[in-house]
């Protein structure tokens, strides 16, 4: 099975207008040929959880029903790789264009050293469902996975043995993520408003609560350089710039619906994933969040850019978006 998805358009000086034609005719046809009139779209109906580049050519996507999707041209293809397993993957982490992690339920944790050419299930000693996994570029050793009923991970020799973590209970943890470059400080969130942080520089051996300031579901935890954003059910959008003693409303969204993922560029360029294709945008260090509408009304889990121009995000019923303008602009991208 192949996917399909828009040609590369190299970035002059074309008319927004014109670029925007473009986008869409290529979302409807493969390389060199246009889609015929009355085409089905995407029949690939499982649901895609995470994606991840590691520069505008190569990247993964990993899905329910043990899939994993990988390409090598910045997407105008797409092919699937085998997993191992049928369980449904929840969240990668690459740390160079070889060596990468997925992790899923029933505690599955699989790695390849071989940009996806074949994976292997490593030993998690869990049998929860596992939700997010961090690992610093161009480290191999050092990692975290949480998932639920409290479970925290760590590695610190590239998953060759995995040692749980203490945190706050049984609540699902959703998401982990550390400063760049920093494997001291870092932050997991999860349900009820949960918010866990570690600064002890004992890497993540203890980990403390922080007051959120809100009891809704926590999906997506963030670092930009400079803050931390924490993204979640019903609009709830929070950042700190003082390691989470305190914890404020991010303003201007008048999003309600739930927050799926959330991911910055830099301090200045972000993203966030919601329902009904929703993405939000920033371009102004969150000061102010614009809706961006995406030709789905699919529920989006997760975005990734790779520059603060070219970007992807992906979500339920195999729905694959791609950009070329920090997100103003989203092309469908189908099966063939």
Known sequence: ??????????????????????????????????MPEGAPENRFAERL????FMNPSEGWIVGNNGTILHTRNGGATWAPESSGTTQNLNAL?????????????????????????????????????????????????????VGDGGTILHTSNGGFSWVA????????????VFKNGDLDHGWIVGDDGLILY?????????????????????????????????AGEGGALFSTTNNGISWLR?????????????????????????EAGLVLQTVNKGDLWVARTTRTDATLQAVYFINDKTGWAVGDNGTILATLDGGIFWVKQFIR
């Open 250 to 274: 991010g303003s201007q969204t008048t999003a309600t619906g739930a927050l799926t993922d959330i991911q910055f560029y830099n301090s200045k360029f972000g993203w966030i994933t919601s």
């Open 93 to 145: 982490r690459f740390v160079d264009s070889n060596t990468g992690w997925v992790v899923g339920d029933d505690g599955v944790i699989l790695q390849t050293v071989n940009s996806g050419l074949g994976w292997v299930r490593q030993s998690s000693g869990a049998s929860n469902r596992l939700n997010s996994v961090f690992f610093q570029k161009n480290d191999t050793n050092i990692g975290w996975v």
């Open 1 to 34: 099975m192949m996917i399909s998805v828009f040609r590369r358009i190299r970035r002059g000086r074309m008319p927004v207008l014109a670029t925007a034609a473009l986008l869409i005719t290529a979302a409807c046809a493969g390389p060199g040929e246009m």
């Open 165 to 176: 973590q203490v945190g706050a209970g049984s609540r699902s943890l959703r998401d982990v």
């Open 198 to 230: 570690t600064d002890t520089g004992t890497r993540g051996a203890l980990w403390n609560s922080q007051l959120s300031g809100t009891a809704r579901r926590l999906n997506a935890v963030a670092w930009d350089g400079s803050a931390a954003w924490v």
């Open 49 to 52: 959880n995470d994606v991840q």
